[in-house]
């Protein structure tokens, strides 16, 4: 029975069985993840080489800004390693945070020409690195390559859905299972085993930025499951212990 829910949960949140998360999670580590993108699905090998040896790698030390919003657009860049939030600031000052970007992902906005620009704000979490193309270069590519437009059309659209469904869940759950949702969604992208265990490089305060949340319900939370041995808690990182405790929470009513 245990097994069943289990698998019932899994499969109503699009998330990989707890050992296959285990395992994205240490693949996702690699140096060739990029060859892992949805960026490259179904592009043959060839076509693959060409379009990656258009880029030229580059590094991002923690905490640096990699755009603003209101940049022009002027890079694609593709992470193949460490994390990468996406920010946008209420009329109030106020930051959101709108996504995190995990190695294999785009970072950031797609498009093309002087009026092309970002809409947010991008800063690295970790050291990362990534490839990238000059927006000119990676729209000839697109041109050249149609699959390459295609993967770039779906990642966008899959974006979109994403943020569908996390306003609808901030419109209609409590913050408990939101909460748990979201530590979950973000394990298989941006978690890191450590020591057996699964860390989220995110602060308190980042936490409640994702979830539409205080950081005292985001520490009052955190605390009450660090008690119950579903994670622990260090300074900017979350270290999940029990991914299955965590998707019990997130199917609370």
Known sequence: MANAQ????????????????????????????????????????????????AAHPT???RRQTIFFAGDAIKDIVLLTEGSVKITQLGENG???????????????????????????????????????????????????????????MRIMAKRLQVLEGRFREISTERVAPRLARELVRLLPQVGRRVDGALEINLSREELAQMTATTLFTVSRLLSSWEKQGILSLRREVVVVRSPLGLLGISELK
């Open 94 to 152: 106020s930051a959101v945070i709108l996504r995190l970007e995990g190695p294999g992902e785009i970072v950031g906005s797609l498009g093309s020409g002087q009026r092309a620009r970002h809409g947010s704000t991008a800063e690295a979490l970790l050291p990362c690195r990534a490839l990238v193309w000059n927006a000119p270069t990676f729209d000839a590519l697109s041109q050249r390559f149609p699959l390459l437009q295609r993967n770039t």
């Open 59 to 61: 590094k991002f030390p």
């Open 6 to 53: 289990t698998a019932s949960l899994t499969a109503r949140l699009q998330l990989p069985q707890n050992n296959d998360l285990e395992m994205k999670v240490v693949a996702r580590q690699g140096s060739q993840y990029a060859e892992l993108s949805q960026l490259f699905a179904g592009i043959p090998r060839a076509d693959y080489a060409i379009i990656v040896s």
